[in-house]
């Protein structure tokens, strides 16, 4: 524990030296970039996907994204493409805290910009984490500058209690600062294309009316490859053969008719998302790497209160059949990659989480990478010992140190001294504390993969194994990687 309150502090001194570091480069930057422009033309931002700076002298459109799992920026991105290929079109591309952070407030005489916002909501209606200190510095902001107009274009959910809050609370606060609006708040449900579609026509026009020339290419959708679902298994089946009541399928595709390479591109942590009939889009984690010779998802099949199906889980495990064609469009999502082969890594999963946490194990497994330990919860141990065959063999051959299987729901020979009732993923970082510090000073990252409210919980024990200055400093360090939702 010494040895812990020890490596402790040194994290938190080298984060604030880094802290301290990036914040000076950070003003030094700011510092060349205003000397360098005339004065009624400081508004500039760095762009985050080349980490570069660059200039707004031309700019009459900055795109600003808050995003959680990359689907606001991804559209942030398509937009400035759409925009940059129009002959008079000049537009910038910025997250939302480096806008924030480069808001020139005494630019009143500038050059009109339009500022077009598109952010999604996380969590329980908060911002996106990217956006968080921008959101926090914004509030402070009381007078929105007068050459900039604005728009919010706000990605959700309505399944969420807080539909959109972000958007709403952004479009609020500019609306209470001054800020002109060039079109009303659009809040778009689960990527409904239709308004998306309907959002970029509006936004045309009027931007069509800033720039002399017509846009009409905004946002292009990349064509999804066509695949075929080969295998789909039911994973918990129960001897009664009744339905259990929460059915998990092990699906598993095959390109249709492309060229493997173009196909099999994606890295673990990487996702599905899978357009339906009604515009929408779901969601899917990709359970295996590329190697395995097919893209297989984890897919639990959920029902409303009334018993119907869910839209996209009941299409996939009922309504097509082995040998249909599918619409799959691969999206990277960088925040779950993979961390270096060589340190340490902790697994942590519940239900139709073990999809995203599969993909790494089979990649660490491919490159011999040892080090791994796997918390995994379910229910039931009779029903829901998913994967066990594959997770034997990691353990028989040294990659899998620890193996954790934990159910909520358990048999009576489940119940130990230690864990004498129900059990779930974050009962075992509490029970385990100390192995899970010292993975952590030996440089594990954390990979959680799952439901939000088990996301909670886990980072919760975290927390308390650490203090919360640590945790912080592993976020920052990207050592805890989170596909939730
Ligand atoms: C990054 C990410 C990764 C994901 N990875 C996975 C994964 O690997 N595996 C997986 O299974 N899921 C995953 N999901 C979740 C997935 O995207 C879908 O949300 C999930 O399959 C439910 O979608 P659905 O269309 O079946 O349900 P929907 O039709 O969208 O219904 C969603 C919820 O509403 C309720 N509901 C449905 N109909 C009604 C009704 N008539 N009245 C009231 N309530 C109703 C349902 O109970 C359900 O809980 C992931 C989501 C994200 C964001
Ligand atoms: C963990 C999590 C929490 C979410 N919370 C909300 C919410 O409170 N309100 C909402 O409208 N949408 C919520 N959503 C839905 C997202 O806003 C929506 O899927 C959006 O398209 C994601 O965009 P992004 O990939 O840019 O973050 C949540 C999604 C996830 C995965």
Redo the contacts with the bound molecule.
């Keep these: 524990m010494h040895d812990f309150a020890v490596t402790h502090a040194i994290l938190v001194t080298l984060g604030l030296t880094w802290f301290a570091f990036t914040w000076w480069q950070y003003r030094r930057m700011n510092h060349v970039r205003s000397v360098n422009q005339p004065s009624s033309n400081r508004l500039s931002v760095i762009d985050t996907s080349h980490h570069s700076v660059i200039s707004n002298n031309a700019a009459a459109c900055s795109i600003v994204y808050a995003s959680e ?1 990359g689907q606001a920026q991804q559209l942030a991105e398509q937009l400035h493409c759409g925009l940059q290929q129009q002959k008079d079109g000049f537009s910038r591309l910025c997250s939302f805290t480096e806008f924030v952070f480069t808001l020139d407030l005494a630019s009143e005489d500038s050059a009109h910009q339009d500022v077009i916002f598109i952010v999604s909501t996380a969590g329980d209606g908060a911002p996106p984490a990217m956006a968080h200190a921008g959101w926090q510095r914004l509030q402070t902001i009381t007078s929105w500058p007068r050459n900039l107009s604005v728009c919010v274009l706000a990605l959700g959910d309505r ?1 969420y209690p807080k539909f959109c809050a972000f958007g709403h609370a952004l479009q609020n606060h500019l609306h209470h600062s001054g800020a002109e609006f060039i079109l009303p708040l659009t809040c778009v449900d689960k990527l409904q294309q239709s308004t998306i579609i309907d959002w970029q026509w509006r936004l045309s026009s009027k931007l069509s009316q800033n720039f002399g020339s017509s846009i009409n290419r905004l946002m292009e959708t990349a064509t999804p490859c066509l695949w075929r679902l080969t295998h789909r298994q039911w994973l918990n089946e129960n001897d009664s053969g009744v339905m259990h009541n929460r059915p998990l399928f092990h699906l598993g595709f095959k390109p249709l008719d492309r060229p493997s390479d173009q196909a099999f591109d994606w890295s673990p942590g990487d ?1 599905v998302d899978i357009g339906l009939n009604d515009g929408s889009v ?4 990709i ?1 295996s790497i590329p190697e395995s010779g097919q893209l297989d ?4 099949q ?5 018993g ?1 199906l ?5 299409w996939l495990t009922e309504r097509i059949d082995a040998g249909s064609q599918i619409d799959l469009k691969i999206r990277r999502n960088i925040a779950f990659h993979p961390s270096e082969l060589e340190k340490p890594a902790i697994f942590i999963a519940a239900g ?1 989480g073990y ?2 946490i599969r993909a790494h194990l089979q990649y660490r497994a491919q490159h011999s990478a040892g080090q791994n330990w796997l918390i995994f919860g379910e229910r039931s141990r009779r029903f829901d010992s998913i994967f066990s065959n594959e997770t034997r063999v990691l353990r028989e051959q040294g990659l899998l140190v620890h193996e954790h299987r934990v159910f909520s729901r358990p048999d009576a020979n489940d119940c130990t001294e230690l864990l004498p009732h129900s059990c779930y993923v974050q009962d075992i970082l509490k029970t385990h504390r100390p192995r899970l510090q010292q993975w952590l000073m030996a440089g594990a990252t954390i990979y959680i993969c799952g439901g939000q409210s088990m996301g909670a919980a886990v980072l919760e024990q975290i927390k308390a194994a650490t203090g919360s200055a640590t945790l912080a400093l592993l976020k920052q360090q990207n050592r805890i990687r989170c ?1 939730l ?1």
């Design positions: 799992g399944n996702l779901r969601t899917y984690s359970a998802l984890i897919v639990r959920v029902r409303g209160p009334d119907s869910g839209a996209g889980s009941g139709s999809a995203g596909e939702y």
